[in-house]
């Protein structure tokens, strides 16, 4: 047996109490290296009974606690040898047992002292140590507080202390920390241009302090959400290489008089310490909206924060290589007083992308991607319009996701089409089962948009028709594919548009015979577009070249923002009388077209039943026949 073996028990119980308290955690990390050691809270349970042993064993050591009667018995008898009084215990020591101590309380007793005399019995006096006993009650209890509390207050971070309301909470990106580069940006090359002079000043101020000029000293980026404003603003400082200082603008604004306004001095105060460098504010209307909107009164919170971002742009010098850029999707808001000149000087478009736009995008985003040699981005650019940076990315990802879940080995055309799908019209509601007669409304409905929009000269050509239901409310869906982007309608498009918009409903008065609800969206678009040909576009003979259009809403608002009318009651009856002119001359232009063609529109009617998506081809090729 090993020299050692007899050692082993004990070796096993000092594992198992290390382990029992969190001593022994020697093992390596995923890494390699042994876990860093924190704070455990045996830690401090051991320290308190530490404390507590050695006030039990070392300052008050073991004696026999006796009564005061026997203590009196004791020195009347003559057997105690010593003893100490202090103002509470009497302690002593036996003359029959010297080694033997014992310890009583003190009474009220006058008569004690003659007795210690009479038996000549050795005693003295004794103070209390005062000092040890207040720093072991108070001193060493406060000191083990007030160090948890500095670790706990460490643990939180410095933005958690009760004196850092006024820190300001900006996210710092130092320039090699920035990987955003103008190469991960597409579709909005002109306001990659603008911002062109920015990277320029920051990287090499000196040529354009000679010649005495002066950078814009804010850069206001507007445009509708998911445009690219932050990602634009993050490839400015990773192009030049400076620190990036980003923060929203409603992180500024808290519950404490004071507080915004003091975070906005303590984050300008310190950009000019990392000058060069770019102050980012994202959402600006969250804290820069017009003064005076608050229908309370009085001078808030967010005022009192906007007034100090005035004052600090307006006090600030670009010279110190400090530039403020912003983001927003309502410019319209805004105060004025920080769009004029010598604050945010220049205003950047970013809008929605084009074709090229979206078709750069899509190559950004998909570069990691595994494509199948099928898959035409130029042809899922033109199947998006209106689509932005964000909504492409999402494309792709939902593409990918879709792949990987039939495992497949890469991205094909037919996951871009499914996606597609899903971000246009919704989540495909597979368990959402219609009765015969629904279904055949369904189908007829479709089938006269697809129809209609496929005799008609300038109406978008047909992708696809399909009936299964998606999203919320869409039982069914005519999906059209413009072959480019417009900017201009012209009054035959229009019409064109509106004669689509009503092609489900007359197939359903030809078939059936009666109509139903599914058409609603369908007249509620059509009523619009006919209400602005009427009072927006002067398209009306009967109202002349007048509009009436309502007041004027903001830039990126939704649709149906508050309206008002600024003419009379007479001309509201012939604008609605004219509105109803250009809806009825649509619905007959409708039903000849279908009535011509009401043996393709049973056919499709047919194939769309059986196949429930029929792709833009097969109706051409329908079309063609008849």
Not at 81 to 93: A, F, R, V
Request: a negative charge.
């Amino acid at each position: 047996m090993p020299p050692d073996s007899d050692n082993k028990p004990q070796k096993n119980i000092i594992e198992t109490i290390r382990s029992l308290f969190g001593l022994n955690n020697t093992a390596p990390g995923k890494d390699g290296l042994p876990p860093k050691s924190g704070f455990n809270i045996w830690y401090v349970l051991l320290f308190f009974l530490f404390l507590t042993s050695l006030q039990q064993f070392l300052f008050a050591p073991k004696v026999e606690t006796i009564p005061y009667s026997q203590f009196k018995q004791y020195v009347a008898a003559g057997k105690v040898s010593t003893l100490t009084i202090d103002p509470e215990n009497i302690h002593g020591t036996l003359t029959e047992k010297p080694g033997q101590g014992f310890t009583t309380v003190r009474v009220n007793d006058p008569g004690l002292v003659k007795d210690l005399d009479d038996h000549n019995i050795n005693y003295s006096g004794q103070t209390e140590n005062k000092f040890l006993s207040f720093f072991l009650s108070w001193i060493v209890p406060i000191g083990i507080f007030f160090l948890i509390w500095r670790f706990f207050m460490k643990k939180m971070g410095p933005g958690m202390g009760v004196m850092s309301f006024s820190k300001n909470k900006a996210k710092i990106f130092a320039g090699s920390e920035t990987k955003v580069s103008f190469a991960d940006v597409a579709g909005i090359d002109e306001a990659k241009e603008e911002l062109q002079e920015v990277v320029e000043f920051l990287s090499n101020p000196g040529k354009f302090q000679k010649l005495g000029g002066r950078i814009p000293k804010g850069v206001l980026l507007v445009g509708p959400p998911g445009t690219g404003k932050t990602l634009l603003a993050k490839a400015v400082a990773g192009e030049a290489k400076v620190p990036f200082f980003s923060i929203s603008g409603s992180e500024f604004v808290e519950m404490f008089v004071g507080v915004g306004a003091a975070r906005v001095r303590d984050l300008f105060s310190q950009a000019a310490k990392q000058a060069p460098c770019i102050i980012f504010i994202d959402e600006l209307d969250a804290l820069g909206k017009a003064r005076g909107m608050n229908v309370m009164g009085g001078h808030d919170e967010r005022e009192q924060t906007l007034n100090q971002l005035l004052v600090e742009m307006d006090g600030f010098e670009t010279n110190k290589g400090v530039i403020i850029m912003s983001a927003t999707n309502r410019p319209e808001i805004l105060d004025p007083a920080l769009l004029r000149p010598g604050r945010f000087d220049r205003q950047v478009l970013v809008d929605r992308p084009d074709i090229n736009g979206r078709e750069a995008i899509l190559k950004i985003h998909s570069k990691n991607v595994l494509l199948g040699p099928e898959v035409d981005l130029r042809k899922i650019a033109g199947r998006t319009p209106g689509f932005v940076g964000a909504d492409l990315a999402n494309l792709v990802n939902e593409s990918a996701l879709l792949a990987a879940r039939k495992n497949k080995e890469t991205v094909e055309a037919a996951e871009f089409d499914e996606a597609i799908d899903r971000v246009v019209g919704g989540l495909e509601k597979k368990n959402r089962i219609m009765n015969t007669k629904e279904k055949e409304i369904v189908t007829f409905h479709e089938s006269g948009h697809a129809i209609v929009a496929e005799s008609l000269e300038h109406a978008d050509p047909v992708h696809k028709i399909s009936i299964i239901p998606r999203g919320i409310a869409a039982l069914g869906y005519t999906q059209q594919q413009p072959t480019e982007d417009r900017y201009l309608m012209t009054r035959p498009e229009l019409l064109d548009r509106l004669a689509v918009l009503l092609g489900g409903r007359v197939a359903e008065e030809l078939v059936f015979g009666e109509v139903s609800t599914g058409a609603q969206n369908d007249l509620q678009r059509a009523t619009d577009i006919a209400r602005s040909m009427v009072t927006e576009y002067g398209m009306s003979d009967r109202l002349g070249l007048v509009t009436y259009e309502r007041s004027r809403q903001p830039m990126f608002a939704p649709e149906g923002f508050s309206s008002g009318k600024n003419y009379s009651e007479e001309k509201a009856a012939q604008i609605d009388e004219e509105i109803a002119k250009f809806i009825e001359e649509a619905h007959q232009r409708v039903r000849k077209i279908l009535s011509e063609r009401r043996i393709v529109l049973d056919k499709l009617a047919q194939l769309l039943s059986e196949k429930e998506s029929v792709p833009g081809e097969e109706l051409r090729a329908m079309l063609a026949v008849a």
